[in-house]
């Protein structure tokens, strides 16, 4: 049987999709503020970033991948607009039910999909813009979800695939730190839930860099691929373009 990782245990591949869907049943209600608490805000400055980066237009079309409350495809239903289409998908049904709820309470309403990034649901080239934000690293076959996210991608289309990565040098212990004895008393404290943040903090901790991330996307067939380090490296945009 094939073994992968989860946070810092090996276990079998279809162990790791059980665990992680459990990890995101537990913390769906709690999800955002969890995630103003842990990075005191900052998530919403990259995720403003990786919108303007995306430079959607009037009329296209966007595939928001592990959306989960649907911060980026409220964001881009704005810059499509009504003759845009934007897709907003999970493979977690407690992350996308709290986010199509959030969506519809805003009065937007988008097609809300569960699936599975390694095989998605649509045809080719189809999309302009495929996102994936903080959802990379909990998908077993990394490279299989790469190669089905250009697939559906039109030629020239962009992948945005923002994450958690790695930090500067001078930031390393202090961020250690912080993840591993602040981020679980913060779970335990608002969401019941220190488990499920220090598996956070470890499979941050195992998740490829930002080189290693880059050369993964032009293996996957992408032609230009650039990334952009955000607050010392703690999180990193990835673009990468299909051609």
Known sequence: ????HFGFETVAEQEKAQRVRSVFDSVAPKYDLMNDLMSAGLHR???????MVANLQEGQRALDIAGGTGD?????AKKVGKTGQVVHTDINEAMLSTGRNRLLNA???????VCDAEKLPFPDQYF?????????RNMTHKEAALAEMRRVLKDGGRLLVLEFSKVAPPLEKAYDWYSFNVLPKLGQLFANDADSYR???????MHPG????????????FGHVDYHNMTGGVAALHVGIRC
């Open 199 to 205: 598996y956070l903090a470890e499979s941050i901790r």
């Open 1 to 4: 049987m094939s073994t992968t």
């Open 210 to 221: 930002q080189a290693e991330l880059k050369a993964m996307l032009h293996a996957a067939g």
């Open 45 to 51: 400055v990259w995720k403003a970033y990786t919108v």
């Open 128 to 136: 302009d813009v495929v996102s994936v934000a903080f959802g990379l």
């Open 107 to 113: 009065g937007v309403v988008l097609p809300t999909v």
């Open 72 to 76: 980026l495809s409220m964001a881009f």
